[in-house]
């Protein structure tokens, strides 16, 4: 994996961890956890590693447009609540417009650039670019230039829905 998708990925991760602090209910259980004695984390570390998915062993679901790796969502980590994964937009190409009923998107750029439409509006996206697409909102991605736009995609739910619309 490059050094620039292991930056992203963790990026993505901590932009996530920290989005999701942020959402925590005033008065949520969170503050009256227990600590965790020493023996289960070090159970929890045996699991942990169990866990890591790595890029170039996760399948690819192929396209006509590009192709979609997913490092996690709910089948390949049970439990997960959040998804994650790795997209890439073939040059010239876009994917279908769509929109997700059940999560909000967060997309990080890692290479190349697109025009994204968000609702009526759009947007040029460029490597280092993120953006936030809300719930139930059509959108879409179409490649500028003749490199392919390569991009890490998380959404805040481990069971992403899918619903393809019309432009």
Request: aromatic letters at 4%; glycine letters at 8%; one cysteine or more.
């Amino acid at each position: 994996m490059t050094n620039v998708l292991r930056c992203a990925l963790m990026m993505v991760c901590l932009l996530a961890a920290a989005v999701s602090l942020l959402c925590v209910p005033t008065g949520s259980i969170l503050a009256e956890e227990k600590p965790v004695s020493q023996p289960a984390q070090l159970a929890q570390l045996k699991s942990l590693a169990e866990q890591v998915q790595h890029l170039e062993q996760v399948p690819v679901q192929e396209q006509p447009w590009g192709w979609l790796r997913w490092l996690v969502n709910d089948q390949l980590v049970p439990g997960a609540t959040m998804t994650l994964g790795v997209v890439q937009i073939h040059a010239g190409q876009k994917n279908p417009p769509h929109q997700h009923p059940n999560c909000d998107e967060v997309i990080y750029v890692l290479s190349g650039s697109c025009t994204h439409r968000v609702g009526d509006q759009s947007v040029v996206l460029r490597a280092g670019d993120a953006l936030r697409i809300p719930k139930g909102v059509p959108h879409g991605a179409t490649v500028l230039g003749n490199e392919p736009m390569k991009c890490v995609v998380v959404y805040d739910t481990g069971n992403r829905q899918f619903v393809p619309v019309e432009e």
